[in-house]
């Protein structure tokens, strides 16, 4: 039980006070919220999607059993203007404190939403924390009631007996939970805590070891890439563990992830994984000045996520490959990969990477997606930056890559500074590869079209041949020297190739 000194510390450190509570049965979970009032009437809403996931989700659907009440205990009037907000008369109370319940869904490893499995409660941030709209700046803590019995998995920075802070609600929004009885394992990577919390139907039959040592080597190996620590105080992995096909994926978030986990633990487990990783730097700080502080109630507009999400996807391939995960044949079936996803889908002749982006939000008749408008921008996003990275080596020879506008995007955005103007991507192009980049960049990202593959991947000494599923990616017999070495140092960089491979 949480003593009264707990949580008049918890007052003491924020002006927003949340306490959560599962039930016993783990059916449900009960919230509160404590807002200072001074007397002046409280809307409190639930966001409408999560940011990561492109989608209108009507989170408030979900909520039961609204009630205010006054610091005394008596009940105050609630109403409900719109769907995802409540108004409360605190009838000059000072403070308020909204409770409510949201039930748990357990068959589920969605990632957006509640998805616990029979022995846990897990959920993203948005599905259950109301926010007062001109109060999310202010810091905030939040208390988990849990028994002793059942772990607790977050990233948020902890106080102590399950009190944590976040210094806004957007942080505490992005800060995802497992509470219940799930495996774990611990790494220290650079000085960092990680934890590695795993529920689900396989949960048990995952191979621990492995997957410590997949996550270690993500850690590792991208935290290198962006040099120095990684931006985090802590990294929580929450994983959905499944007997499904190698794979994985789910949502990223500034300290912590929400992924589904194949046993097979194969190459596309690596590069899901390292998919949601790379986004700490990639998205959750490398972003479009529209991608945070967020407004909840609606999908943003951007035209980056072809760079956001794809060139994510691009790196989650090529950073395992450049330090020895996996070899060339991997890398080389990554590539075709991409390739056939993009030609299968006859809509790239009519909708570019950038309009595939700014106008997700216009599918599913007006709800959103989280794969983009008419074209996939993962796939789309990918093969596009492979073929800027090769032109960039290409023009420069070797001395200038796409490495260099990520790094210099990092260098923009890191310390809680604002995110790039839509047209900073183009600019960096230019900066790097010279004048005539930009018109390279107009014509593969912002106008439709098949993408020159056959013609970038020569330059480095690569063939594409076949169609279909049977279209494939080899070495050149006929490479110059000078391909040969263009290609290896986009493999790997400034480093030496790995003399064995850890996968």
């Known amino acids: 039980m949480v003593t009264t000194l707990a949580l008049g510390a918890a007052r003491a450190l924020s002006s927003i006070c949340y306490e959560v509570t599962p039930s016993a049965d783990l059916m449900t979970v009960e919230v509160k919220v404590t807002v200072p009032s001074q007397g002046q009437a409280v809307d409190v809403t639930l966001p409408s999607w999560s940011p990561g996931y492109y989608v209108l989700e009507n989170y408030s659907s979900n909520l039961k059993d609204v009630v205010a009440k006054a610091p005394d205990g008596s009940v105050r009037p609630v109403s409900h203007p719109r769907p995802d907000t409540w108004h409360i008369d605190p009838l000059g109370a000072q403070a308020v ?8 869904v357990h068959e589920s490893g969605r990632m957006g939403i509640f998805s616990g499995d029979d022995v846990t409660v897990h959920y993203g941030g948005p599905s259950i ?22 772990g607790l ?41 990680h934890q590695l919390a795993v529920r689900g139907s396989a949960r048990d039959r995952l191979d621990m070891a492995r997957a410590v040592k997949m996550t270690r080597f993500i850690t590792e190996s991208e935290t290198d890439f962006f040099g120095k620590s990684a931006p985090y105080n802590r990294y929580v992995w929450h994983i959905w563990a499944g007997d499904t096909p190698d794979g994985a994926g789910g949502l990223e978030h500034a300290s912590s992830s929400q992924d589904f986990l194949s046993l097979a633990q194969g190459p596309a487990s690596m590069r899901g994984l390292a998919h949601e990783c790379f986004h700490l730097w990639n998205v959750k700080r490398i972003r479009s000045a529209s991608l945070g502080p967020f407004d909840y109630t609606r999908l943003p507009r951007t035209g980056a996520l072809w760079w956001l ?52 939000g216009e599918t599913n008749d007006g709800r959103g997606n989280s794969n983009g408008f ?18 960039l080596r290409a023009r420069t020879g070797g001395k200038h890559n796409l490495d260099e506008i990520e790094l210099a995007l990092w260098d923009m955005c890191k310390d809680g500074k604002p995110g790039f103007d839509e047209g900073e991507l183009r600019r960096q192009f230019v900066r790097v590869g010279g004048p005539e980049m930009g018109a390279v960049f107009d014509k593969w990202v912002m106008q439709p079209g098949d993408p020159p593959v056959e013609l970038q991947l020569a330059k480095v000494g690569l063939s594409v041949g076949g169609t279909g599923r049977d279209l494939k990616v080899t070495e050149s017999p006929t490479a110059t020297p000078e391909q040969k ?10 480093r030496s190739r790995p003399s064995a491979l850890q996968g």
């Open 97 to 104: 404190t909204v409770s409510y319940t949201r039930p748990v």
């Open 129 to 150: 924390y109301l926010y007062v709209e001109a109060r999310k700046s202010e810091p905030c803590t939040v208390q988990f009631h849990v028994p002793k019995n059942l």
């Open 153 to 193: 998995a977050v990233s948020l920075d902890p106080v102590g007996n399950g009190l944590f802070t976040a210094p806004n609600y957007d942080v505490l929004a992005d800060s995802p939970v497992t509470i219940g009885t799930f495996r774990t394992a611990e790494y220290i990577s650079r000085g960092k805590p």
């Open 309 to 360: 999400e794809g060139v994510t996807d691009y790196y989650a391939s090529l950073i395992p490959h450049r330090y020895g995960w996996y070899g060339d044949d991997q890398y080389y079936k990554d590539i075709a990969a991409n390739i056939r996803a993009v030609r299968s889908n006859p809509k790239r002749l009519e909708v570019s990477p950038y309009e595939s982006s700014f106008r997700v």
């Open 374 to 391: 008419g074209v996939d921008y993962y796939p789309t996003g990918w093969v596009t930056g492979m073929l800027l990275d090769i032109e």
């Open 485 to 494: 070495k263009l290609r290896e140092g986009w493999f790997f960089g400034k």
